[in-house]
């Protein structure tokens, strides 16, 4: 506990609240080296994480304020999968 500001007064543990989840999930204009992720955005919620990656390749991630991002450089014929989440 830490102390307030006040003689005797005492603070309680901090705490963080919840985030609404993105939803309505979606992919949109695949081609061979692109795609477009998109999600409705949650009310109040100011920036997303989307995170990507070929099946068994690395993650690669973006941070956006909106609902949808644009990836380049895909490699035709791989399969992605993709995650979004509010930060």
């Known amino acids: 506990f830490r102390y307030g500001a006040n003689a005797g007064e005492v603070s309680g543990p901090q705490f963080v609240t919840d985030v609404p989840a993105p939803a309505n ?5 695949v081609a061979a080296n692109t795609a477009t992720l998109a999600w409705d955005v949650a009310p109040g919620v100011g920036q997303y994480l ?6 068994n ?3 690669q991630s973006q941070t956006v304020s909106n609902g949808s991002v644009g990836l380049t450089g895909l490699v035709a014929g791989q399969s992605y999968s993709w995650s979004v989440r509010a930060v």
């Open 50 to 55: 989307v995170r990507w990656r070929p099946r």
């Open 57 to 59: 390749g690395e993650w």
């Open 25 to 29: 999930l979606r992919t949109s204009n």
